[in-house]
């Protein structure tokens, strides 16, 4: 891999005990750069969609060379696949409102913002075509898009059983299912637009499902 | 429009009383030339997928012209969208099982064969992209989705309110949400296997979303 100086500064020299360090006098990736690209790659999005999408374009919005880019992601794939783990994780703290009702409610009105934001809309479509042509992609997905929203069911989950408002034996995976294959299915299959009152019959009814237990053995 | 010797018959002569008929001698489009076209879409998606799909490509395997395909659909996007709206309402009676589990339950059936079918696992992805980027276009795949399965979610709903299994106010809408969305999520989003016990806990779990009703006004 080539450096480009345009594009690389200096190390710094090494603070006395950092936890993780680049090698003194090694090439760093500047941030700036790094950013750049990254909202590039959002306007990009918005404005062609992903399967039209081009390194090159994305490069020519972020004012640099395609080098620059290929040297943080190896495809445009993998670039998206970073932007939306980042996203994923950064939407989704876990609601501790101190009662299940509440915690539903809150990941709802989250998740809805979610799904409008223009980088959800416009690249989560094309990602799922991905994902059904390529297992590799499919894999990928799902770590960038579940993993965030696993740990969040579970955080909800486990807390409303701390309570003593859920009985024990819900799977994540089933809580989730619950949680949020409604509000997906109406915003990002129908397309409809959610409105609070919509949300909040839809957090009273994934309660009363959740309270049901895993059903009988 | 020409029409094709080869690709028309001869109108019938008229019976007697017939409710709709051809004019006399106007040439009638082959209905196994159609069927024919009809497989050889669906061989084409599950080998190359829609995105790559092209009318010259589904004439070649239907061993037809491509006029042939022209005449019966204006492209190749509404092909698909009436292959799968015919799709959609063969896959989905009304269950009408006597009980809501049941008939929940048995609509949790169909619509996981639904989603597993090639058709649907590899066609509804591009549609929603399709649907993403140009609002005609989303309309049309909620007519070609949607339409049978509000039909269905309506039937069930009023069954279950007729036996007073569920309170009233109960919109189709807010019923397909929690009867479509968990399962969709699961096959369509995370691709993930469902098995026979799944499908027993989240039909339990829909049931009782479905009971706690519209929620407090």
Do not use: C
């Not at 690209?37 to 990009?44: G, P, Q, W």
């Amino acid at each position: 891999m080539t450096t480009d100086p345009a594009d690389t500064v200096a190390a710094p020299a090494p603070a006395p005990t950092p936890p993780r360090r680049a090698p003194a006098g090694a090439a760093v990736l500047r941030e700036d750069v790094t950013e750049a690209i990254r909202e590039a790659v959002v306007e990009e999005l918005a404005a062609v969609g992903f399967s039209r999408m081009s390194i090159e374009g994305i490069a020519r919005r972020a004012g640099v060379g395609k080098t620059a880019v290929y040297r943080r992601w190896k495809s445009k794939l993998h670039l998206v696949l970073d932007l939306v783990g980042a996203f994923a994780e950064d939407g989704l703290p876990v609601p501790a409102t101190g009662s299940l009702y509440g915690d539903v409610r809150a990941l709802l009105e989250v998740m809805s913002h979610v799904l409008r934001h223009p980088v959800a809309s416009a690249v989560i479509p094309d990602l799922l075509v991905e994902a059904a042509r390529n297992p590799e992609i499919a894999e990928a997905v799902r770590g960038a898009l579940l993993d965030g929203q696993h740990r969040m069911a579970q955080g909800i989950v486990g807390d409303a059983v701390a309570r003593g408002e859920l009985p024990e034996g819900i799977g994540p995976e089933h809580a989730l299912d619950l949680l949020i294959g409604p509000l997906y299915w109406r915003q990002a299959v129908v397309r409809d637009a959610v409105t609070p009152a919509h949300l909040d019959t839809l957090a009273h009814q994934v309660v009363a499902g959740l309270k049901a237990g895993p059903g009988p053995a």
